[in-house]
Structure formats: C-alpha cells, structure tokens
C-alpha cells in the first residue's frame, strides 16, 4: 500500500516561493503519473497540475506561469514549487498518485493527507 | 478552464436516494469517460468512489454508483445513510493534459 506524506513550510510570505514535497512510501515513483491538488480553507479542491515519473509534466493554465514540479526517483520524492504566491495561495496541498491502465489514466487512488500552507506577511 | 458545475448542497432522509449532478461541456466531460467521483470527510483527503464515469474501486460501496449523458455526469447514492454525509467532487479531463474538478457538494443526511 503506497503511502504519500507532503511536508514544507506553514507559513509563507507574499511575493515568495513555495516549496513543498511529498514523500512516497510503499512504493516506487516509477511508472506511475503524480499529481498536486490544493484545497483553500472553506472551499473546493482545485487541480494544480501532475507530472510523469519521466519528468513530463501538465499544468492548470491558470498557474502555469508560476508552477514547477520535479520528480526524483532517488529519492522517492516530489517536488512542487509555486512562485511570487498570494494570500489566494493559502490552502491545504495534497499529492495523489494517478491509478492509470492502458493508455488512459483513470483516478487518484492514493493521497497524502495534505498540509496546510498561509500566505502571511 | 472552467470548474465543472456542482449543486452546492443536496440532502436526503435515511435510505432514500439522492443524485448529485456534475456538468461540464462538450470539451470535457461530453468527450472523455474519465469521470470520477471523490468522498471528503472534514479534515481528510478525498477518497475515490466512482471512477470512468460508472466504475467502483475495491472496497467501495454499491450504493454509489455513477452515470453518464451527455455533458453531464451523475452521482446517485442509494440507501442514504448518516456516513454519507460528506463533501463529494467530480473530476473530469479535460484534454491536452488538462483536468479538472467540480465545485462540490455538500450532502446532509436529514
């Protein structure tokens, strides 16, 4: 049974550059897709972008611009980094593993359990 | 990329059935049967319950089940019980690598 952990700063300052990353347990990265969801306080969750254990990756338009997700197979770990963020950029972010058969991928069938970032001067 | 359109609250007497509609459009859930559903407890990650619009992973009940037509996806939950209260999302691809959630759903059990 995989298992995600997602671990980074609570707290971040407008205008800076949040870091997190999600460790996988139980499992390997490879071959599978991973993806970073975020849920703000109080409302619904929103998909941030996923990225192949090969490094491809496909983000939401609407954070393209400020999003980098990497991948280290070494290490087991995933990587999410959202720059110049915002008080809109508060929210719980979770790390989900794609379940992905045939040429299609279907449903996040694991998830972290999330960790809670502010956006805080 | 728009947020699929979810009821904001549907609620339902013990073992009556509800349906929670999710819609989309033609570029979303009207081209692809990648449609899932998604249980999310106060404080917990979502769980999945529904996927490819009608299929249910291991373990999850066959009080949910899920349908499709159209641009619009649904979510019925049959035999209402107090567990099921709960927030619940869709989440649909979108294409080009694109995917996307619902707004959510909130059901009470009255």
């Known amino acids: 049974q995989v298992q995600l952990q997602e671990s980074g700063p609570g707290l971040v300052k407008p205008s800076e550059t949040l870091s997190l990353t999600c460790s996988v347990s139980g499992g390997s990265i490879s071959p599978n897709y991973w993806s970073w969801i975020r849920q703000p306080p109080g409302k619904g969750l929103e998909w941030i972008g996923y990225?192949?254990?090969?490094?491809?990756?496909s983000y939401n338009p609407s954070l393209k611009s400020r999003i980098t997700m990497s991948v280290d197979s070494s290490t087991n770990q995933l990587s999410l980094k959202l720059t110049s963020v915002t008080a809109a950029d508060s929210a719980i972010y979770f790390c989900a593993r794609y379940h992905c058969s045939g040429n299609a991928c279907q449903y996040f069938d694991s998830w972290g359990q999330g960790t809670r970032v502010t956006v805080s001067s | 990329q728009s947020a699929l359109t979810q009821p904001a609250s549907v609620s339902g007497s013990p073992g009556q059935s509800i349906t929670i509609s999710c819609t989309g459009t033609?570029?979303?859930?009207?081209?692809?049967?990648?449609v899932s559903w998604y249980q999310q407890n106060p404080g917990k990650a979502p769980r999945p319950i529904i996927y490819?619009?009608?299929k249910r992973p291991s373990g999850v009940s066959d009080r949910f089940s899920g349908s499709k037509s159209g641009n619009t996806a649904s979510l019925t939950i049959s035999g209402l019980q107090a567990e099921d209260e709960a927030d619940y999302y869709c989440f649909s691809y979108a294409g080009s690598g694109i995917w996307v959630f619902g707004g959510g759903t909130m059901v009470a059990v009255l």
């Open positions: 033609s570029s979303d859930v009207g081209s692809y049967d990648l």
């Open positions: 490819e619009a009608t």
């Open positions: 990225i192949y254990y090969s490094g491809t990756t």
